[in-house]
């Protein structure tokens, strides 16, 4: 399922590696605060998004990350950000990404409720676009809740992956649960993946 | 949330890297087979195994594998698979691990029905031992349902992560969903990581 680099050349790399990531010293992380110890302990908890769930090597997906997030994002070391809904990116997240050099892509598809006959296919297609191109990555996928745009998103990405269309509707169960759409997963269905299917190769 | 390698480092490995990963050319798998085109169509679909995810880089968490998942688990190059339950590893998924020289390390986990007071620490703790040593990676850590066992370990791992227990708990729900064990959820909660913090800082 990797998408990129083969897992013994990672391990490899990971036995050499000397770098530390911030999420396994936290303490580093607020190192310059002047915490007391149970505040720092608090401080250093990892929170990741809701609906947070790794997708493949360098993709990530999730719900709306807020202030409460960034601590666990930064320990990603996100190059992309691609987010699927219409309303600007507000300002408290857009000065998160500036700070961390993270470039947000923006695919504004209205977050409709059911009957839901209008999923923009050609803008799916483009955030896959972006999603496939691992010069974006480490990259992750959000709209409001992670179920519906998101869940449609990876959906179609797990189908170019040659998933069986029951498994890529098992995985999208898993985020959308009791507000699953039947027309998200018709949309999946039928989604005709065939434009994309070079940019996976193009990857090697 | 990376266990090892820096992601602009596996982007930089991506962009070079010339092999090519089974599931982005499936005819290949089956180059070797006699099969029709639309057979051939259906033979190369991946099935990952029920209740599938990725836990984090090189870490992958499933219930039981069958014959039909097989093809999709060579495509994760695994190097090992912890197995969570007593019984014995069954002939075929055995000769499946041996021809691909993977790994099993077994865990003999009862999986009782609530009242669930037995949970033991100590064989998680060692089935962490193993998860968190790169050297084993790629590893796929699986039960039967991939919802109780496997989601107490992986529940283990997120608290060592020093993620929130909120996240904890709402990853072991994304799995556990209607099956969602409250004796599971005081397990993690209860469980002490402080004998394995150093085997994180051991992977840099």
Not at 38 to 64: A, I, Q, Y
Not at 142 to 154: D, E, L, S
Request: charged share 30%; proline share 5%; hydrophobic share 35%.
């Amino acid at each position: 399922m990797k998408l990129e680099v083969s897992p013994r050349q990672r391990t490899q790399e990971a036995e050499q590696n000397e770098g530390l990531e911030a999420w396994k010293h936290p303490k580093q992380l607020c190192a310059s605060l002047d915490y007391g110890e149970e505040e720092e302990e608090e401080v250093t908890r990892m929170v990741p998004p809701l609906n947070f769930g790794m997708v493949d090597d360098g993709v990530f997906r999730s719900g709306f990350p807020d202030a409460a997030n960034f601590r666990f994002l930064a320990s990603l070391n996100l190059r992309s950000v691609v987010y699927l809904c219409p309303e600007p990116y507000p300002e408290q997240n857009a000065r998160f990404l500036g700070r961390s050099e993270i470039k947000l892509h923006h695919f504004g598809i209205q977050g409709r409720k059911e009957p839901f006959v209008g999923i923009p296919e050609e803008m799916i297609r483009e955030a896959l676009k972006v999603i496939l191109d691992v010069r974006n990555h480490p990259v992750l996928i959000h709209c409001k809740r992670g179920k519906h745009r998101t869940g449609c998103v990876v959906g179609c990405l797990r189908k170019l992956q040659k998933w069986r269309l029951s498994s890529v509707f098992d995985e999208y169960l898993h985020f959308a649960a009791a507000k699953a759409r039947k027309t998200d997963q018709r949309f999946m269905e039928l989604f005709d993946t065939s434009s994309l299917v070079h940019l996976l190769a193009s990857q090697c």
